[in-house]
């Protein structure tokens, strides 16, 4: 017996959809170059649940703010996750959090998150300061730079640092390790052959995942043995301190190591792609700059940087609400079925794999006036409605790095804005990428003029 979300509706048919072969090849080179943007097609030609796509590639979409709810709030009862995410076990590990459901979910995500409260986010405040203000100060005055290239470098040892210790020549030797994985996953699916023979980016993935391990398995033996503890303690220090209700150690050396590696994962590609589109809108509305510069120069100035300043920034707040609005990193995801369901009048059956969009969410104009202006203002203005601004997911399984990664972008453009000014060496940009929504060409700007040198340590 099928489960319900719409009781006494009139009729449940099968998912709409494109129906001949043209009409899904075009669909699929569109998905192919900006998935966001083939949904955002579906949504207004079909409504909020629509199938697409050919076995083993067929998806139905659900979109909109009530799917949203649906799916990370109201029926976690009727989707997996291990099987949506498969794909990224390659990078992550079998016992990622990301890769889990159920009992051992609850307890790896219990264990994680108690080493990403707010409280020891802000403990790694220094870090990110030290990098952004380095990585800025390294920008040639008058030169050019690709800004998502450059700024990946900053964030991936921000997120090594923090995570795994202040051990910097570990940090880009696990980095390295982990671009090499994480450029496998971020192929489209149809490309990711698993041939695994010298040469291959499969075998490659293979190997630099096996160097990974090695690492972190390393560092691991080294703090159960008592030494190279952080201060402030790192990410790995929580999670081995971490313990059961019954004394005993919450995670395996394994599930450690799963975690610590899916979660500095996790972080790259996402706080990048958010950093970049946040230069660009920067860079493109001018009035919105000297606004966020204003504040910045009232509150900190000079002064190096504080919690406690950052905390009193709210258009700084607004300006990285409007970016995760207008171009959120995780412009889709996707879950596995594990009973028929009826929802919107439509039967969604055991099985299909669904995908939600807070990209599509974030660009309906009936929940966002004039969707595609980026206006930090409309969040001084009011609060967005349940489910309609859900850059991090929601429900039980919000993204547990959301306050790491707002952090880090408060940073940056804080550091940023008083010490470099932009130009767009670019006429457009193309939004292109799963995992990471990400400005296909990368993010060239010319550095015109340093406002001045960054505040020293
Ligand atoms: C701007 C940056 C980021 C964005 C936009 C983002 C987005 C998301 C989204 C949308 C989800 C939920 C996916 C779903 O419902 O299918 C998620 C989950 C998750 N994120 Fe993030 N994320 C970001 C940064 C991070 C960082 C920095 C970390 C870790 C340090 C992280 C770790 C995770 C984990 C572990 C989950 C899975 C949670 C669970 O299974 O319970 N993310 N993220």
Redesign the pocket.
């Known amino acids: 017996m099928p489960t319900s979300a719409t009781p006494g509706a009139a009729r449940v048919t099968a998912p709409p959809g494109p129906r001949w072969p043209w009409e899904q090849i075009r669909l699929a080179r569109l998905l192919a170059r900006v998935p966001a943007e083939g949904l955002s097609l579906l949504h207004r030609r079909y409504g909020p649940v629509v199938r697409f796509g050919y076995p083993p590639f067929r998806y139905v979409a659900m979109l909109g703010p009530e799917a949203n709810r649906f799916i ?1 709030a109201e029926r976690l009862d009727l989707f997996r ?1 291990r099987e949506a ?1 498969a794909f990224l076990v390659p990078v992550d590990g079998e016992t ?3 890769v ?1 459901d159920g009992d051992d ?1 609850r307890r790896r ?1 219990q264990a ?1 998150q108690s080493a ?1 409260t707010a409280r020891r986010i802000h403990r790694h405040l220094g870090i990110m300061i030290e990098e952004f203000a380095a990585e800025l100060a390294r920008w040639p005055s008058g030169g050019t730079v690709d800004a998502l290239e450059a700024l990946r470098r900053p964030i991936k040892r921000i ?1 090594v640092r923090s ?1 795994f210790g202040d051990q910097l020549d570990r940090a880009d030797e696990l980095g390295a390790a982990l671009d090499t994985t994480i450029g496998y996953v971020n192929l489209p699916v149809w490309r990711q052959f698993k041939i695994d023979l010298p040469g291959t980016r499969w075998h490659r993935a293979k190997a630099a995942r096996r160097r990974t391990d090695l690492i972190v398995n390393a560092e691991i033996a080294r703090r159960r043995a008592g030494s190279g503890r952080s201060d402030p303690p790192d990410v790995l220090d929580v999670l081995l301190a971490a313990v059961d209700e019954n004394g005993a150690p919450a995670l395996s050396d394994l599930e450690v190591r799963d975690q610590v590696v ?3 994962a ?2 790259y590609d ?2 990048g ?2 950093a970049a589109w946040a230069l660009h809108e920067l860079i493109a509305n001018p009035a919105v700059r000297e606004t966020a510069r204003a504040e910045v120069t009232e509150v900190v100035g000079d002064e190096r940087l504080t919690v406690e300043a950052l905390n009193r920034m709210p258009y700084l707040d607004a300006v990285v609400n409007e970016t ?1 609005r207008k171009w ?3 412009s889709v ?3 596995k079925v594990t009973a028929t369901f009826e929802f919107a009048g439509v039967r969604v059956p055991a099985g299909s794999m669904v995908l ?1 969009s ?1 990209y599509v969410t974030h660009r309906m104009p009936e929940l966002w006036a004039e969707p595609d202006r980026f206006r930090p203002e409309r969040w001084l203005e009011g609060k967005a409605a349940p489910y309609s601004f ?5 429900g ?7 306050v ?3 952090q880090q ?1 408060k940073v940056l453009l804080v550091e940023a804005l008083r010490s470099v000014e932009l130009a767009a060496e670019y006429d457009t940009l193309t939004p292109f990428g799963i995992p990471a929504l990400h400005p296909g060409e990368g993010l060239p700007v010319r550095v015109t003029r340093p406002v001045r040198l960054p505040v020293a340590g």
Do not use: D, E
């Open positions: 990370l996750w995410m990622a959090m990301v889990s979910h995500r994680v990403f997120t995570l899916s979660l500095i996790a972080s996402t706080i792609s958010a995760l959120p990193p995780t995801s996707t879950r939600y807070p859900v850059p991090f997911g929601g039980y399984r919000r993204c547990i790095g959301f790491f990664a707002t972008l």
